[in-house]
T-cell receptor, first 114, second 112 residues
Framework: DVKVTQSSRYLVKRTGEKVFLECVQDMDHENMFWYRQDPGLGLRLIYFSYDVKMKEKGDIPEGYSVSREKKERFSLILESASTNQTSMYLC?????????????FGPGTRLLVL | GQQLNQSPQSMFIQEGEDVSMNCTSSSIFNTWLWYKQDPGEGPVLLIALYKAGELTSNGRLTAQFGITRKDSFLNISASIPSDVGIYFCAGHFPNRDDKIIFGKGTRLHILP
């Protein structure tokens, strides 16, 4: 059974705080992704990674950074949280390769920035 | 840029009715995926389609990869209360690395 876990289901932070969102997958997947989900906007890709220590910007990387020190773990960092970063954050993983685009998602972290 | 249009945005149906939703793309896809998201949870993969014309079922769910490779539909037969949620289509463009594009979702409501 595929498993993607996220460190927190709910987080409340203050403006200006540094926020870490952790994601771990146990499927030995090469690819990992961070999305945010907002009403009416669907899922938007923030960053993704094809391999350890590799990262690529997605569609909305501003205000975020990521870290991939181990294959199974992909962290999303908000250096200085702002209220417009209040959102649902979803992590996903997939196998590398054109025939294996299926992404598996974690349960999500709902972040509120006050 | 590439666009993926999913319709309808929301549906209100009676329990027991069949449901149909679809997605269209401005470009050709080589993979179509359908996900369901329950409230407060992450999306869960329902069906994956890898070939034009492919028709795949998963219980009461049936999805097809359109022969033009620019569309896909998902049907749910004899809906039940636990079918409530948001259904997302997603697709992968050829030679576009391993990223996929998501539709904005169809929110399904079931009336008692």
């Amino acid at each position: 059974d595929v498993k993607v876990t996220q460190s927190s289901r709910y987080l409340v932070k203050r403006t200006g705080e540094k926020v870490f969102l952790e994601c771990v997958q146990d499927m030995d997947h090469e690819n990992m992704f961070w999305y945010r989900q907002d009403p009416g906007l669907g899922l938007r890709l923030i960053y993704f990674s094809y391999d350890v220590k590799m990262k690529e910007k997605g569609d909305i990387p501003e205000g975020y950074s990521v870290s991939r020190e181990k294959k199974e773990r992909f962290s999303l960092i908000l250096e200085s949280a702002s209220t417009n970063q209040t959102s649902m954050y979803l992590c996903a993983s997939s196998l590398l390769g054109q025939t294996q685009e299926t992404q598996y998602f974690g349960p999500g972290t709902r972040l509120l920035v006050l | 840029g590439q666009q993926l249009n999913q319709s309808p945005q929301s549906m209100f149906i009676q329990e027991g009715e069949d449901v149909s939703m679809n997605c269209t793309s401005s470009s050709i896809f080589n993979t179509w995926l359908w996900y369901k998201q329950d409230p407060g949870e992450g999306p869960v993969l329902l069906i994956a389609l890898y070939k034009a014309g492919e028709l795949t079922s998963n219980g009461r769910l049936t999805a097809q990869f359109g022969i033009t490779r620019k569309d896909s539909f998902l049907n749910i037969s004899a809906s039940i209360p636990s079918d409530v949620g948001i259904y997302f289509c997603a697709g992968h463009f050829p030679n576009r690395d391993d990223k996929i594009i998501f539709g904005k979702g169809t929110r399904l409501h079931i009336l008692p």
